[in-house]
């Protein structure tokens, strides 16, 4: 049978005794998030936030806080409000994330990695996008679903199921269901975990094109037109994000004025980059 030290050598925790929050949906991901934290020394407050978007979701916080208590965790109930409309997974998201810390930890497991760079791959993301989610504040990425799940049947969890994991519309569920069984089919192996072991390269290469091309002034023109395109389009998108990255299109269009093509462009948001003297301006 297995358990939490089974398991904490492979994940990725803060050193003992340090504070963590643990966002636990009440799912078999976010439960064994919550013991194999508790294991790890961390001083854990777990914390359940109610969409509302289902009959009894306000239970299952009772549920995860029965669990919290029983390993010595703390706990903290939130509530949000979600309007009926078009994007809800995106927009519960969002109000979920902004309900809690920008620290916490979240039980995303190497098999929530391998839907991830396949959404992102989907959606034409680049290398940052395939290199998936980094470590910082997602200790069971090394984890499998399976893993998560026979922790909390021999601890005695009973986890929550939720219904929208079977929903067919959202596309992580078809990803979840049909594509990767699929992949698996085709490849005659586990694409799961072949996906997750590219993500973790990937993203060792981008941490050091990230490096360097912070290293690159982006209003110096001249610089930005004579380094190399993956370095220059790095240092332009680091520049002008604001709390989105630009896209590709707007990147390039940057990159021609710094190359003379251009005097200026606009690069949305009521902004517009402009050369001169040499040097680009936002404004």
């Known amino acids: 049978m297995i358990s939490s030290a089974a398991l904490l050598p492979r994940c990725l925790f803060p050193a003992p005794g340090t504070e963590v929050t643990c966002a ?19 001083r854990v407050t777990a914390v359940h936030v109610d969409h509302g978007l289902r009959p009894g979701s306000a239970e299952e916080a009772g549920a995860v806080g029965v669990v919290a208590e029983r390993f010595g965790a703390g706990f903290r109930a939130e509530r949000v409000k979600i309007e009926a409309g078009p994007n809800l997974e995106a927009r519960a998201r969002a109000a979920r994330y902004g309900a809690l810390p920008p620290d916490v930890l979240t039980g995303h497991t190497a098999d929530d990695q391998a839907e991830t760079v396949l959404l992102n791959l989907l959606r034409g993301a680049g290398l940052d996008g395939l ?5 910082g504040r997602h200790p ?10 026979a922790l909390c049947e021999a601890e005695g969890i009973t986890p929550v199921e939720d219904p929208s994991n079977d929903d067919l519309s959202l596309r992580r ?22 996906l997750a072991r590219q993500a ?23 610089a930005l037109a004579d380094a190399p395109p993956p370095l220059a389009r790095r240092a332009v998108r ?3 994000t604001n709390g989105y990255p630009p896209d590709a299109a707007t990147v390039e269009r940057v990159l021609d004025v710094a190359r003379g093509r251009a005097r200026a462009t606009d690069v949305g948001g009521g902004r517009r980059v402009a050369r001169t003297g040499g040097r680009l301006r936002l404004q």
């Open 24 to 42: 636990v949906s009440g799912g078999p991901d976010s439960m064994a998030l919550l013991v194999l934290a508790v294991a790890a020394g961390c």
């Open 200 to 222: 973790s390269l990937l993203r060792e290469d981008a941490g050091l094109l990230a490096a360097l091309a912070g290293d690159l002034d982006p209003t110096d023109a001249a």
């Open 238 to 240: 680091a520049w002008l």
């Open 140 to 149: 069971l990425l090394h984890l499998r679903r399976a893993e998560t799940r």
């Open 173 to 194: 569920n078809r990803i979840r269901r049909q594509l990767l069984p699929l992949l698996d089919a085709i490849a005659e192996r586990d694409v799961s975990a072949v």
């Open 131 to 135: 290199a998936g989610m980094g470590p």
